[in-house]
């Protein structure tokens, strides 16, 4: 999967950074702090969805408390999410 850019993306984080992929993202300013990436995935990786009907989350926390992640088909389930709280 590629981080791609999307209508609504307000901040890109690792813009600078060579050993990271630029992450194109929205920055919702909320009391949580929530931040939003979107992916695109190839036509491989579609397929392998479509008939596995699973992803895998890899989040990084330099041995920190894991953070809450959600994952979701649509920028609108994100939006609905965060009004919820």
């Known amino acids: 999967m590629t981080p ?6 307000n901040v890109v ?17 909320d009391q949580a702090g929530t931040i939003i990436t979107c992916w695109e995935m190839s036509e491989e990786e579609l ?4 008939k596995n009907k699973r ?3 890899s989040v ?3 041995n920190q408390p894991l953070q809450p ?4 088909a649509s920028l609108e389930g994100f939006i609905n999410l965060t009004s919820e709280g």
């Open 4 to 9: 791609t850019k999307f209508e609504g993306q």
């Open 13 to 29: 984080f690792a813009e600078n950074q060579p050993e990271y992929l630029p992450l194109p993202a929205m920055h919702l300013q």
């Open 47 to 50: 397929q392998e969805v479509v």
């Open 55 to 57: 992803i895998y989350l």
């Open 60 to 62: 990084m926390t330099f």
């Open 69 to 72: 992640v959600s994952v979701q």
